[in-house]
């Protein structure tokens, strides 16, 4: 909370999600970013096997309780997290397919 705060001055589901896919571009795990007029979906890639996996769910499931987002579904698998989010702002109706590699 303290890093997205100095970051960006605010504290919420879309300064989050800013600071998160700006350390993964930093960080080598690919994503991708799905945007349609429902939902944000994010899929993080690693090989760092289930406890990272679980490490990071659980973080983000905590972060967005905190932030009173309980409606984020999260799935993981050994190699993958995948999490989908109500769109929180109003976005163009068009889906929009974003990857980092």
């Known amino acids: 909370k303290n890093m997205i705060l100095v970051l960006r001055n605010d504290y919420n589901v879309k300064t989050f999600l800013d600071v ?3 350390w993964l571009k930093a960080s080598s795990h690919s994503f991708t970013k799905h945007i349609n007029h429902e939902t944000e979906v994010y899929t993080v890639t690693h090989e760092l096997g289930s406890k990272w996996s679980t490490y990071l769910s659980h973080m983000l499931q905590t972060i967005f ?21 109500p769109l929180l702002i109003s976005r163009n109706e068009k889906s ?5 590699q």
Request: glycine fraction near 4%.
């Open 96 to 100: 929009i397919i974003i990857e980092n």
């Open 65 to 85: 309780e905190e932030m009173g987002s309980k409606e984020v579904a999260i799935e993981k698998t050994d190699d993958i997290v995948m999490f989908k989010i």
């Open 20 to 22: 998160f896919e700006a």
